[in-house]
């Protein structure tokens, strides 16, 4: 969603290969496509489960 939201808003040029989002348990490199599917290159870890209780 991130990436996502950083190429709609213009913060990143359309042109990029893929948007580098920086998190928590580290750096995650994903693809948007010209239909707006998001690809995660690379792999991804888990760094916790997390409960929210309204």
């Known amino acids: 969603a991130a990436a996502d939201a950083a ?3 213009g ?3 359309q042109s990029v290969e ?3 989002v ?3 348990g580290g750096d995650a ?3 948007i496509s010209d239909d ?3 690809t ?3 792999p991804a870890v ?3 489960s997390v409960s929210v209780h309204a």
Do not use: K, Q, S
């Open 36 to 38: 707006r599917r998001a």
């Open 11 to 13: 913060l990143v040029p």
């Open 22 to 24: 920086h998190m928590d």
């Open 46 to 48: 888990f760094i916790a």
């Open 7 to 9: 190429l709609a808003w």
């Open 29 to 31: 490199r994903v693809r």
């Open 18 to 20: 893929h948007v580098i």
């Open 40 to 42: 995660l290159i690379g």
